[in-house]
């Protein structure tokens, strides 16, 4: 039990740090991510906006990603947002419905999605009913 909150909250301070370096001029709204990989190591992101709005991307993909492109399995992920008010309620630091889809393509079916602020989901929780393909034929 205490493992595995030390596990948290060291994937946590990750994602706090990253969210220092988001580029977000336009919303002002700092978000980190980090993903614990197969391998042990730790991966982090922000998010970055863009000028052309529909081109920012999240934190949690950018980690996501980083990790893929790295050639390691995402195990576990990490998410703060650390300009969200400590008074509204959680949905200001929950990750939005698109990661939620890209954690359900590249995290194991299992996995703990650590929220700072709020506490841990599991995948299956945040979206219940994913979009998948059939690759079975
Ligand atoms: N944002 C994230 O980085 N992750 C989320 O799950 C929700 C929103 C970013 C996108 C944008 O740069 C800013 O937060 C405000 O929406």
Redesign the pocket.
Known sequence: MASADNNAESLLVVARQAATRAH?PY?N?H?GAAVRCDDGSVIDGC?V?NASYGL?I???RVALFAAITQGKRPLELA?SCVDAQTDAAPGSRM??GA?RQVMQELLPADAKIHIDGVGHQHLSELLPHPFELDHSS
Do not use: K
């Open positions: 977000c919303s709204f978000v998010n906006e920012s999240c934190a949690e998410v990750p939005c990661c």
